[in-house]
């Protein structure tokens, strides 16, 4: 069992460019996440989704969609890189039904927008 | 809203040292309550969790207490090893679920 993938470890990408954060989860989890972590900031909340077919905005969207076509799959992009944008990013799950909502995370990408 | 507030780091401690990183929140109601570990270069790893007041949470040697008269859940660990190196982030589950900070820890051979 997997659990959480996220493609590509690192990456750098020149402004303006389009750019799209994978996630893949194994778990049927109902709920998936993206945040990103900057030094001093912790992790910030860009996008949800409670289930397939749904998301939401989270604190932090600008410049950042999401889409969820099925329950596995959550990929995050940005239309056009902007240098704000360098951070780690990380994907987590969970499974929403329970009573505890413990969430689970990717191995995160590190990305630099120059 | 919900928010998660920790101490500030980084905490520098000599190996087998005690440790305690506090942790704070406001909610409404009765969130669970979590911390959360990442070690250099990997994704965030859940340590420990209390689900209801007063419940403990305990895992690798580290334990959190869920004081809810206190709005607490502080980490502790009564020796920490040089592995014990990482960002500890303490989060909740309310309304939303909302991360603190991440406190860095290092600690030295």
């Known amino acids: 069992i997997a659990g959480i993938t996220q493609a590509p470890t690192s990456q750098i990408l020149a402004a303006g460019r389009r750019m799209t954060l994978r996630c893949t989860q194994d778990?049927?989890?109902?709920?998936m996440y993206w945040y990103r972590q900057d030094l001093g900031l912790g992790l910030r909340l860009i996008h949800y989704?409670?289930?397939?077919?749904?998301?939401g905005k989270g604190e932090v969207p600008d410049g950042y969609s999401v889409s969820r076509a099925n329950t596995d799959d959550f990929p995050l992009t940005l239309a056009s890189a902007v240098p704000s944008q360098t951070s780690v990013y990380f994907c987590?799950?969970?499974?929403?039904?329970?009573?505890?909502?413990?969430?689970?995370f990717g191995p995160g990408t590190r990305l630099t927008v120059l | 809203g919900d928010s998660v507030t920790q101490m500030e780091g980084p905490v520098t401690l000599s190996e087998e040292a005690f440790l305690t990183i506090n942790c704070t929140y406001t909610a409404t109601g009765y969130p669970s309550l979590f911390w959360y570990v990442q070690y250099p270069g990997e994704g965030l790893q859940l340590l420990l969790k209390a689900t209801k007041a007063d419940d403990k949470g305990s895992n690798k040697g580290f334990e959190a207490t869920y004081r809810k008269e206190t709005t607490s859940f502080h980490l502790e660990k009564g020796s920490v090893q040089v592995s014990d190196s990482a960002v500890y982030f303490c989060a909740l589950d309310g309304q939303n679920f909302v991360f603190g900070p991440g406190t860095r820890l290092s600690v030295l051979p």
């Open positions: 778990m049927r989890h109902n709920a």
């Open positions: 989704s409670n289930t397939a077919g749904t998301t």
């Open positions: 987590a799950s969970s499974d929403s039904s329970g009573a505890v909502d413990t969430q689970y």
